[in-house]
């Protein structure tokens, strides 16, 4: 298993932009699909982007489209979620997953994830 770092969070307003970076340990990292997930205060954790292990391919969830990125960078062992637009909405604790997984799946499903960070708050004010 790897372990998982989130940073980045913090208070933006409306329309702001702001980076996420989820740092994974060990040389294999590169080898594991990750994704990105969300909760919000009183709300289930829903999922919101993930990667393959090589970047090649890549899923979103439907309500972030456009305006979120999700890449990584397999030398520096982290995978990023680069977020536009920034709305109340977004406003969630980001927890970043990840699986041992070498094909070309990006999965969605949080059951498919074996690893979790401890999250990243990440506040959208109006």
């Known amino acids: 298993q790897v372990q998982l770092v989130e940073s980045g969070g913090r208070l933006v307003q409306a329309g702001a932009s702001l980076r996420l970076s989820c740092a994974g340990s060990?040389?294999?990292?590169?080898?594991?699909?990750v994704g990105w997930f969300r909760q919000a205060p009183g709300k289930e954790r829903e999922f919101v982007a993930a990667i393959n292990w090589k970047g090649s391919t890549v899923k979103y969830v439907d309500s972030v489209k456009g305006r979120f990125s999700i890449s990584r960078d397999n030398v520096k062992n982290e995978v990023y979620l680069q977020m536009n637009s920034l709305q109340p909405e977004d406003t969630a604790v980001y927890y970043c997953?990840?699986?041992?997984?070498?094909?070309?799946?990006?999965?969605?499903?949080?059951?498919?994830?074996?690893?979790w960070g401890q999250g990243t708050q990440v506040t959208v004010s109006s």
């Open positions: 997953a990840a699986r041992w997984a070498v094909g070309n799946t990006a999965y969605s499903d949080d059951q498919e994830y074996r690893s």
């Open positions: 060990g040389r294999t990292f590169s080898e594991y699909a």
